[in-house]
Nanobody, 119 residues
C-alpha cells in the first residue's frame, strides 16, 4: 500500500515558478512509475509528467520544456518544478504512483494541491 501527500500549490502570476512536492510512504513489491497529473475545472485529468524506476521521463506536450520532474530517494519524495507558468496551467495537481503487489498492479493518488496562475 502507498500513501501520497502533495504540497506546494499556490496562487502565482503568469511567468512565475512553483515547486510541488509529493511525500510517499508504504510498501509494495515494486514501482512501475511515479508522476504528476492535473485536472482543471470542466476538463479531464491529464498527464503532466512521469518518471519510471529506471529514470526515464515523459512529459505532456503542454508542459514540456517548462516543467521538470525529479525524485528524492533518501526522503522518498517526488517533485515537480514548474517554470514560466501560464494561466492554462491552473488546475488541481495530483501525485500518482503505479505499483505492483504480487500479481496486481494498482494506482494510487494523493489528495491534490491547487495551483492557480493569474494573468
Amino acid at each position: 500500500q502507498v500513501q501520497l501527500v502533495e504540497s506546494g500549490g499556490d496562487l502565482v502570476q503568469a511567468g512565475g515558478s512553483l515547486r510541488l512536492s509529493c511525500a510517499a510512504s508504504g510498501s509494495v513489491t515494486g514501482i512501475n512509475t511515479m508522476g504528476w497529473y492535473r485536472q482543471a475545472p470542466g476538463k479531464q485529468r491529464e498527464l503532466v509528467a512521469e518518471i519510471s524506476s529506471g529514470g526515464a521521463t515523459n512529459y505532456g506536450n503542454a508542459v514540456k520544456g517548462r516543467f521538470t520532474i525529479s525524485l528524492d530517494g533518501t526522503n522518498i519524495a517526488m517533485y515537480l518544478q514548474m517554470n514560466s507558468l501560464k494561466p492554462e496551467d491552473t488546475a488541481v495537481y495530483y501525485c500518482n504512483v503505479r505499483a505492483y503487489s504480487g500479481p496486481f498492479f494498482s494506482t494510487y493518488w494523493g489528495q491534490g494541491t491547487q495551483v492557480t496562475v493569474s494573468s
